[in-house]
Nanobody
Framework: VQLQASGGGLVQAGGSLRLSCAASGGTFNTYTVGWFRQAPGKEREFVAALLINNMRTYYDDSVKGRFTLSRDNAKNTVNLQMISLKPEDTAVYFC??????????????????WGQGTLVTVSS
């Protein structure tokens, strides 16, 4: 499956963006879809994950209450709605797909498929 992340951009602090992860060459039906982000000079870090089989979601504490995952079956996308954005949310956001065990959903190494990333810049 190939992934394409989109929706990034420049926004002021307090603003909103909606990222989308589109799948081609397959569907998300049997995968966990994770969103990760990587700021300059930092490691890729977990943001959120959606377990497609039961639609259960996981969020990092830093985004809980501000970011929301959803799935659009018709478009074969998993979306990340981000509100109340902060400058510290600035990073390249990546979506990944894989079949991690529950204890590994926060680990980038547990995802075998990745999109190219989309840049989110939040100005103060």
């Amino acid at each position: 499956v190939q992934l394409q992340a989109s929706g990034g951009g420049l926004v002021q602090a307090g603003g909103s963006l909606r990222l989308s992860c589109a799948a081609s060459g397959g569907t998300f039906n049997t995968y966990t879809v994770g969103w990760f982000r990587q700021a300059p000079g930092k490691e890729r870090e977990f943001v959120a994950a959606l377990l497609i089989n039961n639609m259960r979601t996981y969020y990092d504490d830093s985004v809980k209450g501000r970011f929301t995952l959803s799935r659009d079956n018709a478009k074969n996308t998993v979306n990340l709605q981000m509100i109340s954005l902060k400058p510290e949310d600035t990073a390249v956001y990546f979506c990944g797909a894989g079949r991690p065990i529950l204890s590994s959903v926060r680990r980038p190494s547990a995802y075998g498929y990745w999109g190219q990333g989309t840049l989110v810049t939040v100005s103060s």
